[in-house]
């Protein structure tokens, strides 16, 4: 690992943000100003980062089931536990997890992440996604890329714009994994509140920041080339409940974000 950085607490950070979502402390006033702000908004921006774990969880459980026994997480955020790797480590302790984030934060609190078993790796670096050179040349240290990896983008790509490239990036990273690797990713939209949309990503750009929420289609896009699995791109409470947690109000409407795990022929 590298040393933490300097952590700019001048303006809000998305991990921190996310933390402050889930009823952590590892944030910061602006983190929760912003958040609080959000909320305001949409009350469903709580349930959605809950949705977003569940999802996390119910996937890497069922990849692990699969057969899966390497993962790359970006955008890793501030441990909540339980983290990807105990879930994937939990099934499988031979399991290799290596964890990847930009906010200096996450690295200051990577020791809790590092409590791998001991037949299995758990590591991390500190890296932006719009940085996959160095992302994979330092994973491929833990990782071997000539067997099958899960490449993990939970709640990451809506912060990265079109003309910044997220298509492509994910294309970068998965034409490096072998076949029969997987791309799970979950992904906020603003198609059902176009209009409360429209005001986050305001927002998020005064604040110095990008959100750029997409349709189910500019979602399903990032899953071109690959198999789908069932059942494709849901709604993040929809996709396999069977295997974990839902955090779903029906009160509130459809918890606005899609999740999907597509398979590398």
Known sequence: MTEPSYIDTSKPHPARMYDWFLGGKDNYPVDEEMGR????????????????????????????TQGVRQFLDIGTGIP?????????????????????????????HAEALLRST????????????????????????VLDFDRPVALSL?????????????YELVDRLMRTLAPGSHLMLSHGTGEFTPDTARQAAE????????????????????????????????????????WGE????PAEGPVPGYGAVASKP
């Open 37 to 64: 702000r959000l909320v305001a908004m949409d009350g469903r921006v709580l349930t959605t980062a809950r949705a977003n774990r569940a999802f996390m969880q119910r996937a890497t459980r069922w990849l692990t």
């Open 80 to 108: 909540t536990e339980p983290n990807l790797h105990q879930i994937a480590q939990g099934i499988a302790p031979d399991a290799r997890v290596v964890y990847c984030d930009n906010d200096p934060i996450v690295l200051a």
């Open 118 to 141: 001991p037949q299995g790796v758990t590591e991390y670096i500190q890296a932006d996604f719009r940085e996959p050179e160095k992302i994979l040349e330092e994973a491929a240290r």
């Open 154 to 166: 939970v709640a990451l790509l809506h912060f990265i714009a079109d003309e910044d490239g997220a």
């Open 203 to 242: 927002l998020y750009k005064a604040r110095g920041m990008t959100l750029a929420l997409r349709t189910r289609a500019e979602v399903a896009r990032f899953f071109e080339g690959y198999d789908l699995v069932e059942p494709g791109v849901a709604i993040i409470d929809q996709w396999k409940p069977e």
């Open 246 to 249: 839902t955090v779903t109000d």
